[in-house]
């Protein structure tokens, strides 16, 4: 397995306690993202979805100047050459953000600065996005000439709707962290000084609570996400065999105890 605790690397990753971080480190590019860097990240997440230790992933950069500026353009420049390198990194894309929407645990990409283009694929594919004032937000293929995958395309309909996604991909144009809040392209709006800590506090209420609920919740809006509608015998057996697990039984206990539950489930 590879070694990404190296905080020189482009992607490293830090464990504090419960809370993962994957941090985006190419400052000097403003994280912008090479065929490298993409192919590293599901093999990042991978190290942090299966440390015990790790409740919460933060997806962050390693500067306030940019959470990431997107794709390396002058790399895009080459590979446009190739169709060798066209293939293989239209891949390294489509993995790398499937595999962070498809953590078990759950992520919040912890935003500061530009997120752009790829940048902003990856904070769309993460479950929640906290950003501070100063943020810009923009998905900018049709001013390259270039079309936005299909996968990111739902991923941002998803969430902001298809008038709206339309609009930002129609233009291109850059949005502040406001007009991203009141969309729904962000969840929560921080200054500069706060974002840190508060995406911290709300990461520790996720590692508080019942880590079989999460994860199996998790797995559920994933699947509404991808398209069902109503049980099917995975789901139903997941509702009943939660009654019988062992967080079920101390959740119960401490509510009628009136204590707070210490909950044991750690997969």
């Given at each position: 397995m590879t070694d990404f605790s190296d905080k020189t690397k482009p992607i490293y990753v830090d464990v504090d306690g419960s809370i993962?971080?994957?941090?985006?480190?190419?400052?000097?590019?403003?994280?912008?993202?090479?065929?490298?860097?993409?192919?590293?990240?599901?093999?990042?997440?991978?190290?942090?979805?299966?440390?015990?230790?790790?409740?919460?992933?933060?997806?962050?950069?390693?500067?306030?100047?940019?959470?990431?500026?997107?794709?390396?353009?002058?790399?895009?420049?080459?590979i446009a050459r190739d169709p060798l390198r066209q293939e293989s990194n239209r891949i390294a894309i489509r993995e790398a953000q499937r595999a962070l929407a498809r953590t078990e645990k759950p992520t919040i990409a912890q935003i500061s600065g530009s997120c752009m283009g790829g940048g902003c694929g990856l904070a769309i594919h993460c479950d929640m996005r906290f950003a501070a004032h100063g943020a810009r937000f923009g998905i900018t293929p049709a001013k390259l000439g270039l079309i936005y995958p299909l996968n990111d395309t739902k991923q941002l309909m998803d969430l902001v709707g298809p008038a709206k996604a339309k609009s930002m991909l129609f233009t291109g144009r850059v949005l502040d962290a406001e007009e991203a809040l009141s969309i729904g392209l962000i969840d929560e709006l921080y200054s500069a000084e706060e974002l840190n800590q508060k995406t911290i506090s709300f990461a520790q209420q996720i590692a508080g609570v019942s880590q079989y609920s999460v994860r199996g919740i998790k797995n559920l809006i994933r699947r509404v996400l991808d398209g069902q509608v109503d049980d099917d015998d995975i789901t139903a057996e997941m509702f009943r065999a939660a009654h019988e697990g062992a967080d079920a039984a101390e959740g119960v206990r401490a509510f009628l105890e009136k204590r707070p539950a210490g909950f044991t489930w750690n997969d």
């Open positions: 993962g971080s994957l941090v985006l480190n190419r400052a000097n590019k403003r994280n912008a993202m090479s065929e490298a860097m993409w192919t590293a990240l599901p093999k990042a997440l991978d190290v942090l979805d299966h440390d015990k230790r790790v409740r919460v992933i933060i997806i962050r950069s390693s500067s306030q100047q940019a959470f990431s500026a997107g794709a390396d353009i002058a790399e895009l420049e080459v």
